[in-house]
């Protein structure tokens, strides 16, 4: 086999290695999230969404802390989550977000996500509604 060939055959190797690893991943975190009564999963699943979202379309933010009833109580009903008064943390500061978000019946994956970030939350109402900093 020519060097450019072993190259590229192990470059392949490293995929597959690479994706089964991702997909052993993906696997452990669905039998671990099966372990959540379903409100608390799908609240989960809603959650590492919308921080995932936020992320990637707001590029100066880093979300790495959520809470969904932050300012208002979640509406879980059998495979959806409404979060109107939830709130997100990046780079230390908390912001207002709302967010509704529907999952398949086993609340382990997302059909459908919408949400609408808002303004930052100031530091002296942090306390009042669990916001940590």
């Given at each position: 086999?020519?060097?450019?060939?072993?190259?590229?055959?192990?470059?392949?190797?490293?995929?597959?290695?690479?994706?089964?690893?991702?997909?052993?991943?993906?696997?452990?975190?669905?039998?671990?999230?099966?372990?959540?009564?379903?409100?608390?999963?799908?609240?989960?699943?809603?959650?590492?969404?919308a921080?995932?979202?936020?992320?990637?379309?707001?590029?100066?933010?880093?979300?790495?802390e959520?809470?969904?009833?932050?300012?208002?109580?979640?509406?879980?009903?059998?495979?959806?989550?409404?979060a109107?008064?939830?709130?997100?943390?990046?780079?230390?500061?908390?912001?207002?977000?709302?967010?509704?978000?529907?999952?398949?019946?086993?609340?382990?994956?997302?059909r459908?996500?919408?949400?609408?970030?808002?303004?930052?939350?100031?530091?002296?109402?942090?306390?009042?509604?669990?916001?940590?900093?």
């Amino acid at each position: 086999m020519r060097p450019v060939h072993r190259r590229m055959a192990a470059s392949a190797a490293a995929l597959l290695l690479c994706a089964s690893a991702a997909e052993a991943a993906t696997t452990k975190r669905d039998e671990m999230i099966l372990h959540l009564d379903p409100a608390t999963r799908i609240e989960q699943r809603c959650n590492a969404r919308a921080m995932g979202v936020i992320g990637r379309e707001h590029q100066e933010m880093r979300p790495d802390e959520l809470v969904a009833y932050a300012f208002a109580d979640t509406k879980v009903g059998a495979d959806n989550i409404v979060a109107p008064g939830a709130a997100v943390r990046s780079a230390g500061h908390w912001y207002r977000l709302s967010y509704r978000c529907r999952t398949t019946a086993d609340g382990l994956d997302i059909r459908d996500f919408s949400y609408a970030l808002g303004s930052e939350v100031p530091k002296s109402d942090w306390s009042a509604h669990y916001l940590v900093p």
